[in-house]
T-cell receptor
């Protein structure tokens, strides 16, 4: 158990819909990362937050957005869903900001299926 | 831009045999490199990481990796495979190093390891 929790575990929805994925980082971790894992694209970085502020953006679509709240939990919002958004979405947390120095602990993921 | 390439999407070994999973990186600065393991229906777990200290890095579960700058490689090895090693393994490089504010990981495509009895 990494200490990172993600809800829900599974999500099945229809095209055009909007969903929210939730992540609670390990106690004390200030940095939260979101990654998408799909069969064709592999594991891709979406976005990073540190203590409530956005710090880095990867290959995140405009239909996707995220935020980190004062209690440090984070939410990833996916809207106007398409079939290609079906993937496993991971949240990871780390205690610091500097790249590579702080281990990232991964949650179990949310499996999103868009029908 | 940094990137990693994992050679071989599937590797099959017999129990007790040497495990060798290959990873080559591309980076304009000395990189931080990682190996993660993903068991079925689980998240990723860090096996080991290289942060410019010793070039031979020992990790959990008997795995180790050697950083070779001349070959831009960071191959993962284990002398004797166990059935429980069957999983998918990912090599990754950190986007920002040496105090940079960007800490996300760039992953390779992964290598699925099968272990035959």
């Amino acid at each position: 158990d990494s200490g990172v929790t993600q809800t829900p575990k599974h999500l099945i929805t229809a095209t055009g819909q909007r969903v929210t994925l939730r992540c609670s980082p390990r106690s004390g971790d200030l940095s939260v990362y979101w990654y998408q894992q799909s069969l064709d694209q592999g594991l891709q970085f979406l976005i990073q937050y540190y203590n409530g502020e956005e710090r880095a953006k990867g290959n995140i679509l405009e239909r996707f957005s995220a935020q980190q709240f004062p209690d440090l939990h984070s939410e990833l919002n996916l809207s106007s869903l398409e079939l290609g958004d079906s993937a496993l979405y991971f949240c990871a947390s780390s205690s610091g900001l500097a790249g590579g120095l702080y281990e990232q602990f991964f949650g179990p993921g949310t499996r999103l299926t868009v029908l | 831009a940094q990137s990693v390439t994992q050679l071989g999407s599937h590797v099959s070994v017999s129990e007790g045999a040497l495990v060798l999973l290959r990873c080559n990186y591309s980076s304009s600065v000395p990189p931080y490199l990682f190996w993660y393991v993903q068991y079925p229906n689980q998240g990723l777990q860090l096996l080991l990481k290289y942060t410019s200290a010793a070039t031979l890095v020992k990790g959990i579960n008997g795995f180790e990796a050697e950083f070779k700058k001349s070959e831009t490689s960071f191959h993962l090895t284990k002398p004797s495979a166990h059935m429980s090693d069957a999983a998918e393994y990912f090599c990754a490089v950190s986007e920002g190093n040496y105090g940079g504010s960007q800490g996300n990981l760039i992953f390779g495509k992964g290598t699925k390891l099968s272990v035959k009895p």
